[in-house]
């Protein structure tokens, strides 16, 4: 392989020679479009988005193709059914399977909260209740889930349930090949010091919210976790770190992959990501189509404090887990998003790969690495992008039809429709296209008519998070996160990939 003329920063991702990638019809179209540069198809294979009002409210909330419709669920100040009003900050979500329900069938969704010290989601499982009073924060860590059963009569009311309370900016996560979440702690903040926990885990939600215990799975390690996705093959878990320019890519390898709830807490081994053949990779900027190998490196310690890390790009605290893995020779990220496993792959979001103006590594519109698990080969399929293409990318989902869905969280661009954040597909070519627009304007009059209980604003710049189908890929259901709404998005799929 040929490196003259690569900034040096490919060149380390590269040397090695590394061989292809299976040529799936996915990475084989990346390969020969790797040469030229990304651009975006704005109006994309579902056609021009126009506003498209609610169909619970009424309002214009979003910008969507033709033929697309969608209804809202379970806003920030809705009453729960313990009677408790739903907690702010949307963010991961996923659809965990259908039942009988009251109305009928309805699928279950479980949903992250990403607050931070405030008021105390009253759920069945407790981790930490500490009163917390410091300067700029008074109050019990605000973070878990919520449970939404939504009927598929679209004419039957949504029950919202507390699963999950006492964590810290729960962030992302991931579904189980068998029904659960994996809710995940952004953070390693540490409240003994107040008489409360430490925090940095990942917990198990089920769901049936009564049958949540809040005990945080130590094995996973203590570090400041976006997302999770399982490989139903193996039960491995894979799991990304969201710290800028200090952030590993993980995997735990549990003691017993039967499969069932539970299993995950009874230990396993938490393990690193390296480049094979390269010692302390850096991954901050990779171009469309550049390739590695992984192999995997122990962690001893995975519940080790954070320390002191310092190099080149970054100054600052690291987490235990990571200080160990790059001591050992593993791989850096710039800073790990969300993770999806579709049809034997993972599909890896790095929200701040490439450069600046200034050319500082790590510090730009984000990527996205595709791993293939048999193999353990992982190709950039987008990289290098403006961030008209792709701005900041954060969770990813993949259809059941192979579809890869993007959640914007970089304040927003301005286009032929508006400002705002965006949904973006990824085609097979490389190109990203525009699925939706944030068109959150919010106004006192349009939200007592609708019975809604959060602020007038101008949310547009809000990031969308939580994408996920439905197991027949019939609805999309997202959040914007602030000031915390869940869609439920249907309309003619079969006209592009989603």
């Known amino acids: 392989m040929h490196h003259r003329g690569l900034d040096p920063y490919r060149r380390e991702l590269l040397k090695g020679g590394l061989a292809a990638i299976a040529a799936a019809p996915f990475v084989s179209a990346l390969q020969a479009c790797s040469g030229r540069s990304q651009v975006t198809t704005t109006t994309g294979p579902y056609g021009y988005l126009q506003p498209t009002h609610d169909l619970s409210t009424g309002l214009p909330l979003l910008q969507l193709p033709p033929g697309f419709s969608y209804r809202t669920l379970s806003w920030t100040g809705d009453p729960m059914q313990d009677g408790n009003p739903v907690p702010p900050r949307h963010d991961g979500m996923a659809v965990l399977g259908m039942q009988d329900?009251?109305?009928?069938?309805?699928?279950?969704?479980?949903?992250?909260?990403?607050?931070?010290?405030?008021?105390?989601?009253?759920?069945?499982?407790?981790?930490?209740?500490?009163?917390?009073d410091r300067r700029r924060e008074y109050g019990q860590p605000g973070g878990g889930t919520t449970n939404l059963f939504v009927p598929l009569d679209p004419r039957r009311p949504v029950r919202t349930s507390p699963s999950l309370g006492g964590t810290l900016i729960n962030c992302a996560g991931g579904p189980t090949p068998w029904g659960s979440w994996l809710s995940c702690e952004e953070t390693i903040t540490d409240l003994t010091p107040h008489g409360g926990r430490r925090h940095g885990?990942?917990?198990?939600?089920?769901?049936?919210?009564?049958?949540?215990?809040?005990?945080?799975?130590i094995g996973m390690g203590r570090f400041k976790h976006e997302a999770a996705a399982v490989d139903p093959q193996t039960g491995i878990v894979y799991l990304t770190e969201d710290s800028h320019n200090r952030a590993g890519l993980y995997r735990y390898v549990p003691l017993d992959a039967s499969g069932r709830q539970g299993l995950l807490a009874l230990g396993g081994q938490l393990q690193a990501a390296k480049v094979a053949g390269v010692d302390?990779?850096?991954?901050?900027?990779?171009?469309?189509?550049?390739?590695?190998?992984?192999?995997?490196?122990?962690?001893?310690?995975?519940?080790?404090?954070?320390?002191?890390?310092?190099?080149?790009?970054?100054?600052?605290?690291?987490?235990?887990?990571y200080l160990q893995a790059r001591a050992a020779g593993a791989l850096r990220m710039s800073r790990g998003e969300g993770i999806w496993y579709a049809d034997g792959r993972l599909y890896i979001v790095d929200t701040s790969a490439g450069t600046d103006r200034s050319g500082r590594p790590g510090h730009g519109a984000g990527s996205v690495w595709m791993l293939d698990l048999a193999s353990m080969r992982m190709q950039a399929i987008f990289a290098r992008a403006a961030p008209a293409q792709g701005n900041h990318p954060d969770n990813?989902?993949?259809?059941?039809?192979?579809?890869?869905?993007?959640?914007?969280?970089?304040?927003?661009?301005?286009?032929?429709?508006?400002?705002?954040?965006?949904?973006m597909g990824l085609l097979p070519s490389g190109e990203s296209y525009v699925f939706a627009k944030n068109n959150l304007l919010l106004f006192d009059r349009d939200l007592r008519r609708a019975g809604k209980r959060v602020q007038a604003g101008d949310y547009r710049s809000r990031?969308?998070?939580?994408?996920?189908?439905?197991?027949?890929?019939?609805?999309?259901?997202?959040?914007?996160?602030?000031?915390?709404?869940t869609f439920a998005i249907t309309g003619p799929w079969e006209r592009g990939p989603l």
């Open 101 to 132: 329900g009251p109305d009928g069938p309805e699928l279950i969704l479980v949903r992250n909260h990403e607050n931070g010290i405030g008021r105390l989601i009253q759920a069945p499982a407790q981790y930490d209740s500490v009163l917390v």
């Open 201 to 217: 885990y990942v917990f198990e939600v089920t769901a049936e919210p009564a049958d949540t215990t809040g005990a945080p799975i």
């Open 396 to 423: 990813i989902t993949v259809s059941p039809r192979g579809g890869i869905l993007l959640c914007e969280d970089g304040g927003g661009i301005s286009d032929q429709f508006g400002p705002g954040n965006r949904l």
């Open 280 to 321: 302390k990779a850096d991954l901050l900027n990779p171009a469309l189509g550049d390739e590695v190998e992984l192999e995997w490196i122990d962690i001893p310690d995975p519940d080790a404090d954070p320390g002191s890390y310092n190099d080149t790009y970054v100054t600052g605290t690291a987490s235990g887990p």
């Open 463 to 485: 990031e969308f998070c939580g994408a996920c189908f439905d197991p027949a890929g019939e609805i999309l259901f997202v959040n914007v996160q602030t000031p915390g709404i």
